[in-house]
């Protein structure tokens, strides 16, 4: 059996092209935090919670462009940033609950 020009398929080869990653998208939205200078512990945290309000902000000048109008800026874009927003700050809350509960334990130990 031999295929044709299928509409379809070359309709998704179309998107497919258009769905490449635009400039606001990094390649790898993972970034680790590595002590290898011996950083203490509060200035990692801090390093961290810094990225995370940096990742906020980013989301919400994404979206106010958006509102103006900006052609540069896609909604798809938008709604990106504005996810990595939220897992960013939901994972720093985790964190948060962690660091507390483990504050608990070890002032509940005997001494």
Do not use: C, W
Not at 19 to 42: L, R
Not at 83 to 111: G, W
């Amino acid at each position: 059996m031999q295929l044709g020009t299928n509409p379809l398929l070359a309709e998704m080869q179309v998107l497919k092209g258009e769905v490449a990653p635009s400039a606001g998208i990094a390649a790898n939205p993972i970034q680790q935090i590595n002590n290898h200078s011996g950083e203490d512990f509060g200035a990692l945290l801090a390093q961290a919670v810094g990225q995370v309000s940096q990742l906020q902000s980013h989301s919400a000048q994404m979206a106010t462009a958006l509102e103006l109008g900006d052609p540069t800026v896609t909604l798809s874009d938008t709604v990106i940033a504005r996810e990595k927003a939220s897992v960013a700050f939901e994972a720093t809350v985790q964190v948060r609950n962690k660091l507390v509960e483990a504050y608990k334990e070890i002032m509940s130990m005997p001494v």
